[in-house]
């Protein structure tokens, strides 16, 4: 039987899980897996698993029907029934005949999922608002349709021992034809629905754009402190918990600046590896939101040894949803933890070394801030009277991006227009 343990999740029947690894030698070293087999476990223990035993196999490619070897397989099974793990997690989007072809090898009842579904569990169990709800159930969703196949006809991987049955969250057990199309007309109202949400978001941020108060995005990989330093500041109450993806629905918090400028703060859903592509897809608007802003504050576990992948990590998928080229100020967070290594960004790029805990280094965080929302770019109406026309031609002559222009039936002319901040301090008198 499963023992009980403390881990957080209280009340829940705890897994006792294997991780399986493959690694190549040359894209993956031996030491890269087992820092991502660290990660894994740290995912396995947020959805409430205990990690019994890792194996790791050197493959030049993952066997298409196994994933590991037969041999490999055949050590995994007896390690399985020695050690009574029931559930096995493989670091790596698994196709759904390898997962049948695993479970084939494995001692009864014990099941297998990937990286994703662990994933796609977390968020199943994290998410709390409706929208974020939806989100996660379109993710999964999305992630099992495919996987109905090759399953003799039955959801198969629904629910198998009953229990706490990680990454197996989702849609009830019936056969395969009826559940493909309630699934299909699942997937066609919650599109719907998240559709309608996200006009509200729309309205809701381009209210925010019109404000022409500078919006910051706190991002980062997951775990780094994000919620922990809006509470700081803001006294926002968002969970912060040494778990990963604490934060799935994003909170907006004024703040001001000690100058008196007043910024928005928006935390965000966190940024890990591999996150599975259906997640970004039905968390794009989310995720779009927080790449928005004018300015991005990238958190960074300072005490993190790969802190330099997870910074790599969160630039790219910044820049895929096209937050390229804004300011970006880079916060190494938990500097009161001991580390044997200074973490650097490279030359030009703005740092600054904070600890969310004890509150240290947050001044210089504040004026780098400072620094950058006065360079920020932002949205403002300005109203020119007809003697006013050498200032209109200044604003065009900055490179003001023109939003809309609109000529009064008195000759004058209001326009709003993205600029930066030396630019509306001389336009000043004409903003409305
Ligand atoms: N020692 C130390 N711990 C910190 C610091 N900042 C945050 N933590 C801890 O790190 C853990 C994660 O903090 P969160 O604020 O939840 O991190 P997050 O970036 O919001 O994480 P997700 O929402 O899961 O993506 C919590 O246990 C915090 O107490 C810090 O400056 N020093
Ligand atoms: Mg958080």
Same mark, same amino acid.
């Given at each position: ?27 993956? @070293? ?96 994290? =998410? ?47 056969? %395969? ?69 604490? @934060?799935?629905?994003?909170? @907006? ?14 935390? @965000? ?17 989310? %995720? ?19 802190? =330099?992948?997870?910074? =790599? ?33 490279? =030359? ?43 200032? %209109? ?40």
């Amino acid at each position: 039987m499963p023992e009980k343990y403390e881990n957080g999740n209280e009340a829940e029947e705890t897994r006792r899980c294997a991780l399986v690894g493959v690694y190549d030698g040359q894209n993956v @070293t031996e030491d890269e897996c087992e820092r991502l087999a660290d990660e894994l476990e740290c995912l396995a223990f947020t959805a409430g698993a205990v990690v019994i035993f890792r194996l790791t196999q050197q493959r030049t490619s993952p066997d298409n029907r196994t994933y590991i070897g037969k041999g490999k397989l055949t050590e995994l099974s007896s390690l399985c029934e020695q050690n009574e793990v029931d559930l096995v997690i493989f670091d790596d989007e698994l196709s759904p005949s390898q997962i049948k072809n695993i479970e084939d090898g494995l001692p009864d009842g014990v099941d297998v999922i990937d990286r994703s579904m662990l994933i796609l569990d977390i968020f199943a169990r994290h =998410a709390v608002t409706g929208e974020g709800k939806l989100q996660v159930e379109l993710a999964q969703l999305r992630y099992s349709a495919p996987r109905l196949v090759g399953h003799g006809g039955e959801m198969s991987r629904q629910g198998a021992t009953g229990g706490n049955p990680i990454g197996t969250r989702g849609p009830g057990e019936t056969k %395969l034809e009826r559940d493909r199309r309630r699934m299909r007309a699942r997937i066609a109202s919650l599109e719907a629905e998240l559709r309608e949400l996200e006009k509200n978001r729309r309205t809701m941020r381009a209210a925010r754009e019109r404000s022409g108060t500078v919006r910051v995005s706190i991002v980062g990989y997951t775990n780094a402190g994000k919620s922990t330093l809006l509470n700081l500041l803001t006294d926002a109450g968002i969970l912060a918990e040494d778990k990963l993806f604490a @934060t799935l629905d994003p909170t @907006t918090r004024k703040y001001r600046l000690p100058s008196g400028a007043e910024i928005l703060l928006t935390d @965000t859903v966190g940024f890990i590896r591999k996150l599975p592509h259906h997640l970004v897809s039905a968390f794009r608007s989310t %995720l779009e939101e927080a790449a928005s802003a004018d300015i991005i504050l990238i958190i960074v576990d300072a005490s993190d040894p790969e802190y =330099a992948e997870h910074i =790599a990590v969160t630039e790219d998928i910044l820049i895929s949803l096209g937050a390229e080229g804004k300011p970006v100020i880079y916060a190494f967070n938990k500097c009161d933890l001991p580390a044997s290594f200074i973490p650097r960004v490279g =030359a030009g790029k703005r740092s600054v070394y904070i600890s969310a805990k004890t509150g240290r280094g947050v001044d210089e965080l504040l004026s780098a801030l400072e620094t950058t929302v006065r360079a920020a770019r932002r949205v403002t109406t300005f109203l020119f009277p007809p003697s006013a026309s050498s200032e %209109l031609s200044r604003l065009y002559r900055a490179g003001a991006e023109v939003v809309s222009t609109e000529y009064l039936p008195d000759g004058s002319v209001r326009v709003t227009a993205t600029v930066d901040e030396a630019t509306r301090g001389q336009l000043s008198d004409f903003a409305v």
